[in-house]
């Protein structure tokens, strides 16, 4: 017989940084949130003893912080690698009914707010920043398209919205896609849109919003609450009743991940990234004048998508690009024809006068995780920033991970 989880003592981690590849799902009867391994063992449980209730979404910021939505509590909590409460988001906002987090194009945190019909939006310190949009009916979940578009589950109306960089929209997807009730989203490795509904079924969306396929049969989910994927490439669905189903690429369940101890409904779920140390070295332009630039940061992969979070230290670049977090959208790496693994991302920057872009290349050495996914442990490339306030043209060279 499982054990509830109260019963299970597991000791927290001593750990600096989340293990890279981990599996973290809701347990929202239990106010929770489960780490588990690859093979779906739990390993651990954060939140207790918090003020965590009803955990309703997750998300890892460029500052390596697991971020939760407290549904019950009308919050979002920050939790660090040893389960620590970091900082608590939402009392001076009009937060309602937090559920699906996302981390957008400037590092700050956009937060489903189902109750009150709005998006809201947090810097990485964690103050308010007003609403990044309004108006919605029901939003459940958001996520990031690769131009920097903010995309939300509008579970009331059974569409999903797709809203532009100043809170615009853009268009309503998923009425030809027949559902009904949109709940979570996951941007896919290559770039299209999965979507869970409440007729059981997991839809992906095309890049004109028309349904591509379910990705499970019918039948195969009793109620999906929670969809990512995976670092293997697969997507990764919480179901209600069947625990954890692990999809592949041609709709085959190839595993199911056991509920562990007492594990309520589920929730949703994130893979916790692989965090490198980089040093940036070039040459910042900025108001007439060069300068010498070397950097530290950290570069967050973000496992399963085409996204990279990168952590500026304070200096001379993140003051030019006006924050200090820049998202590497398009993200992916292969191995090429010569043997060679190879990295490329682009940049989207913030600036006075609306986003720009930037480019990363890099050649890439290292190894291969045990979940199939090469990574960097250390990479030259360039970075070039261009505009009418600053531009920087310079290395990128990363170390070994921090886990």
């Known amino acids: 017989m499982l054990r509830p ?21 809701c347990a929202a009867d239990e106010g929770l949130v489960l780490e588990l391994d690859a093979e779906g063992n739990l390993l651990w449980q954060l939140g207790a003893g918090s003020g965590l209730s009803q955990p309703a979404g997750l998300a890892f910021g460029a500052d390596g912080l697991l971020y939760v939505s ?12 040893g389960g620590n409460l970091v900082r608590t988001l939402g009392a001076d906002s009009p937060l309602d009914g937090p559920r699906g987090l996302a981390v957008g194009p400037d590092g700050s ?18 103050t308010y920043l007003g609403p990044s949009a309004a108006g919605l009916s029901g939003p459940a979940d958001v996520a990031f398209g690769a131009d920097g578009h903010l995309f939300v589950a509008c579970s009331g109306s059974g569409l999903v919205i797709e809203l532009d960089e100043h809170g615009r929209i853009v268009r309503e997807l998923c009425a030809q896609a027949g559902l009904v009730q949109p709940s979570g989203l996951a941007l896919a490795p290559d770039g299209r849109l999965a979507v869970t509904d409440a007729s059981a079924a997991v839809v992906l969306l095309d890049d004109a919003g028309a349904s591509a396929g379910q990705y499970l049969a019918e039948g195969a989910l009793a109620t999906p609450v929670g969809l990512c994927f995976g670092p293997d490439g697969n997507l990764y669905v919480a179901d209600s009743a069947a625990g954890v189903l692990v999809v592949d690429t041609s709709d085959t369940v190839v595993r199911t991940l056991p509920a562990p101890g007492n594990y309520g409904n589920g929730g949703p779920l994130a893979f916790a ?27 967050s992969l973000q496992p399963g998508a085409s996204l990279a979070l990168l952590e500026l230290a304070d200096g001379e670049l993140a003051a030019a ?11 992916s790496a292969w191995e090429d024809a010569a043997g060679k693994r190879r990295l490329a ?13 930037a480019s990363l290349s890099a050649d ?14 250390s990479a030259a490339g360039e970075f070039l920033r261009g505009g009418p306030e600053a531009s920087f043209k310079g290395t990128l060279k990363s170390g070994k991970p921090l886990d």
């Open 364 to 377: 890439i050495g290292g190894t291969q995780d045990a979940l199939g996914l090469w990574y960097p442990t």
């Open 273 to 299: 990234p692989r965090r490198l140390p980089v040093t940036l070295k070039g040459t910042l332009h900025l108001a007439g004048a060069a300068l010498p630039v070397k950097e530290s940061a950290t570069l």
């Open 5 to 25: 989880l109260a019963a299970l003592l597991l000791a927290a981690p001593v750990a600096a940084e989340f293990t890279a590849n981990h599996l973290f799902v």
């Open 70 to 81: 407290s549904f019950g509590s009308a919050r979002v909590l920050a939790f660090d690698a």
């Open 345 to 357: 991302a682009g940049a989207r920057l913030p600036d006075a006068d609306g986003p720009a872009f």
């Open 321 to 331: 690009f006006g924050g200090d977090v820049l998202v590497l959208r398009g993200f």
């Open 109 to 126: 945190l956009h937060v489903a707010s189902s109750g009150g019909g709005t998006v809201e939006r947090f810097a990485p310190d964690g």
